[in-house]
T-cell receptor, first 109, second 114 residues
């Protein structure tokens, strides 16, 4: 069954902030990754969290709570080019990534 | 900046034919992966490969699939007898050998089975 969940779609205005939530259930957790994927292209790495807390990388930040099985990706100062799908993925035992269905973000002027 | 490359970018084949998808991972990476993404669906893990052998595979990776590292730079995925449902984007990825190392994805091969 579905063990990683994120919203299907979000809309935001250029210059605003958007928060994409992700919840997961797994044992043997090694890390939580966020990727950006433009239509027809490959996933590109944005951020990852191993320990609880906030990781900041420029306009993008990611938060993790391992006890709650919860992460979010924060996109600040949205630009039109940020319109894409954002993929949450966890890494459990072994190295494979298990992906959520992705959140399609539409940035409007 | 080093990147993963894949060829071809698009492969069209007839059902029942064999296809080989090729990847060149980032040169100092030691873990290699194949994922696939059926149109409109999520990215799914197929197989991981380390030290010249499969380290993990999913239920999707049945006897019709095989992987090989034929030389020091290429990593291939072979599908022996393609089915219509194999139509998807196939992504190769690679990472350094630590457990939580980031996986970097290639641009993908779009496989269309007719």
């Amino acid at each position: 069954g579905q063990n990683i969940d994120q919203p299907t779609e979000m809309t935001a205005t250029e210059g605003a902030i958007v928060q994409i939530n992700c919840t997961y259930q797994t044992s043997g957790f090694n890390g939580l990754f966020w990727y950006q994927q433009h239509a027809g292209e490959a996933p590109t790495f944005l951020s990852y969290n191993v320990l609880d807390g906030l990781e900041e990388k420029g306009r993008f930040s990611s938060f993790l709570s391992r006890s709650k099985g919860y992460s979010y990706l924060l996109l600040k100062e949205l630009q039109m080019k940020d319109s894409a799908s954002y993929l949450c993925a966890y890494q459990a035992a072994g190295n494979k990534l298990t992906f959520g269905g992705g959140t399609r973000v539409l940035v409007k002027p | 900046e080093p990147e993963v490359t894949q060829t071809p970018s698009h492969q069209v084949t007839q059902m029942g034919q064999e296809v080989i998808l090729r990847c060149v991972p980032i040169s100092n990476h030691l873990y290699f992966y194949w994922y696939r993404q059926i149109l409109g669906q999520k990215v799914e893990f197929l197989v991981s490969f380390y030290n010249n052998e499969i380290s993990e595979k999913s239920e999707i990776f049945d006897d019709q699939f095989s992987v090989e590292r034929p030389d020091g730079s290429n990593f291939t995925l072979k599908i022996r007898s393609t089915k219509l449902e194999d139509s998807a984007m196939y992504f190769c990825a690679s990472s350094e050998p630590r457990i939580t190392d980031t996986q970097y994805f290639g641009p993908g091969t779009r496989l269309t089975v007719l």
